[in-house]
């Protein structure tokens, strides 16, 4: 949620602001800007600003090709507190033009600020929360920029990252942290400031997190890290190993498409050293349990938002069948107001793509707070849940950059397929039953392989029903959480309307909906519960209504009753999800594709939700 960058060191800062921009746009792109130190030579003039609404080629239009200066910081929106305006767009400047900041989070108490800076003759030019944080600033220096940041942001009550800079002192960026994600980049005689990596894995991939609390100042050269008392801070170096291929298009029309098509890759990485075929178990490092400790859980509950939620939802249907523990997903924004329940025996997990979303870090702190464990489940590596949960999986799915999560979705089913087994290992699963999962657990990159070969057959049936307004994607027991999860595709990149049920709840009420008018997408399993959805999908027929139904290939009974019919390989039904959410991420991408929306950011939308 907005996109922070920050530059100082030899070379043309605008040039590397844009570039790191355009790398943080997912998180945030209804307006971006820049600041630079364009004039070195005297310190009393203004900072060069550049902003604009629109994305990051439209700041590119209005910035000179060789515009100098070698220190900067730039901004990429995702507005809260003010319209969609220039003026709203950061860097936001002191008065006097001398102090530039760009800020991620909201100032909760900015009203109370601006009410006293205003009576201190400050005058405020746009309408967001950030602009009291460049007069705070401006308000309590006094000659050093880390003094006085430590000073204005003990005023600041909510969540910041922010990054600033004086002219009175070229060269310098000063960053804060709390609650929004900042990133120190280690480069040789430069230095990087961003609110995460891909902003600067062009340059360097030495990279220092910072926590809440802490300070950081920046010179091309050298940085030092205190906390709010004032404590010096021993800096942790950290390699990222990314490469710079995993965040380019690479041939593909859109990152959401490649993101998609990656999958048998992002899953194999997600299992690969993991699978112990000999005791029919998981390896999994980062639990920091004991087997006794796993031993001990008889309950699991499972905090996630979006996408992340119908992994972990997912996830409870497994616990629950091979493991055979009480299992639970809770979305965070709801878990964490509702005075959660902690007890001995009672394991939490945080599944989080980013890693940073606030409704789940916070529901995190929440149980942490009352003495429960809870284990992350995260793909960025060293995100705040990832550091701050007790132990974890990485899902190693690689840089995911399409607002719209796809192939963090299935690594995230992978991390909890392979935790379950461990689960129902040290219960009733014998090491034959594992040694038979596991196989199967191998098998699903190369079964996610044959799925995407449905590529033309689903986009020629988005072609078919992407002018319809509403859906229902209807699905049983494990499918449900996929059903969910391709309606929420669905109606992030193309805004169709779509709803996602239990395939046993619609006559229920939504069967009301039913008319030639609205399709169902119908998730039909190969196990017991096949003949079931068969006798829904009948229902939904004899209304009148439209079926496309994903089921086995192969499978007459259901073709001859759908409208349009998919048929995915051959699996265990216990691994379905897999191959399910393949052609719905299909549909939700050629349809967006179809009616010209713009796939990778969808309109509203942020890839990482830093606010609550
Ligand atoms: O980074 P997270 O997994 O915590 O993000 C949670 C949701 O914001 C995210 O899954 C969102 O729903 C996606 N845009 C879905 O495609």
Redesign the pocket.
């Known amino acids: 949620m907005c996109g922070i960058i920050g530059y100082t060191g030899p070379k043309r800062a605008a040039r590397i602001l844009l570039e790191g921009l355009k790398r943080l746009e997912y998180r945030g792109y209804d307006s971006a800007g820049i600041a630079v130190n364009e004039d070195l030579e005297n310190n009393d003039t203004p900072f060069t600003v550049y902003k604009r609404t629109g994305k990051i080629a439209q700041l590119r239009e209005i910035v000179p090709k060789e515009l100098p200066g070698i220190c900067g910081i730039g901004h990429t929106r995702w507005a809260t507190h003010g319209g969609v305006t220039d003026t709203n767009a950061h860097p936001h400047c002191s008065s006097d033009g001398r102090i530039a900041i760009v800020h991620n989070g909201i100032i909760e108490n900015y009203t109370t600020l601006k009410e006293m800076l205003s009576k201190e003759g400050f005058t405020f030019a746009s309408e967001t929360d950030s602009e009291v944080i460049a007069h705070l600033i401006a308000y309590v220096y006094e000659g050093d920029l880390e003094t006085a940041v430590k000073t204005a942001v003990s005023y600041l009550k909510g969540t910041y990252g922010i990054a600033c800079m004086h002219k009175a002192e070229p060269g310098r960026i000063v960053g804060a942290r709390n609650g929004s994600p900042l990133v120190v980049g280690v480069g040789d005689g430069e230095m990087f400031l961003a609110s995460d990596v891909t902003a600067m894995l062009a340059h360097t991939r030495r990279v220092v997190y910072l926590n809440d609390g802490e300070i950081v100042s920046l010179y091309p050269h050298e940085f030092s890290i205190s906390d709010a008392e004032d404590r010096p801070i021993v800096p942790k170096i950290n390699h990222i190993d990314w490469e710079i291929s995993a965040i380019e298009k690479e041939g593909f029309s859109c990152y959401m498409e490649k993101e998609i098509f990656e999958q048998p890759d992002s899953i194999a990485r997600a299992l690969s050293g993991r699978i112990d075929l000999e005791t029919g178990t998981a390896k999994l490092g980062g639990l920091n349990l004991s087997k006794k400790e796993l031993l001990g859980v008889d309950a699991i509950q499972i905090i ?6 119908h992994a972990g939802m997912t996830a409870s249907y497994l616990f629950e069948q091979i493991a055979r523990i009480p299992s639970q997903a809770h979305l965070a924004s709801e878990l964490r107001y509702k005075n959660p329940i902690v007890f001995p025996g009672m394991l939490y997990f945080a ?7 606030a409704d ?1 870090l916070y529901a995190m702190r929440e149980i942490q707070r009352r003495g429960g464990t809870v284990l992350g489940i995260c793909n960025v590596v060293g995100s705040t849940i990832a550091r701050e949960s007790d132990g974890g999986v990485y899902v190693h799915s690689g840089p995911e950059i399409a ?3 796809t192939k ?1 979705f299935t690594s995230q089913l992978a991390a909890f397929y392979l935790l379950a087994l461990n689960f129902a290992r040290l219960h009733d699963m014998s090491a034959h039953q594992g040694q038979q999962y596991c196989q199967k657990l191998q098998q699903i990159p190369g079964l996610v392989q044959e799925t995407l070969k449905l590529r033309d057959t689903v986009q020629r049936i988005a072609k078919r029903y992407c002018h319809y307004k509403d859906f229902l994607f209807l699905g049983r027991n494990l499918l449900y959480p996929i059903a969910l999860e391709g309606a ?2 669905l109606k ?1 990149i193309s805004y169709i309307h779509a709803e996602g049920y239990a395939a046993g709840e619609i006559k229920h009420g939504p069967i009301a909906l039913i008319s030639p008018e609205t399709p169902s997408v119908f998730l039909v399993s190969n196990d017991h519960l096949r003949e079931k959805t068969i006798s829904n999908m009948k229902e939904i027929k004899a209304r009148g209504g439209l079926i496309i139904a994903i089921a086995e290939a192969g499978d007459e009974e259901v073709s001859s009753i759908a409208d349009a019919y998919i048929g995915i390989p051959h699996c265990d039904t216990l691994f379905q999800p897999f191959l399910m959410v393949i052609p719905l991420q299909l549909f939700a991408y050629f349809c967006a594709l179809e009616l010209g929306k713009d796939v990778d950011q969808p309109r509203n ?1 942020a ?3 830093t606010v609550e």
């Open positions: 996630a938002a979006g996408t992340s939620y599944v989080s793509q980013s890693g940073e979303t789940t607002v719209a999560s963090a929420l595709k992030e939308l890839k990482s939700v």
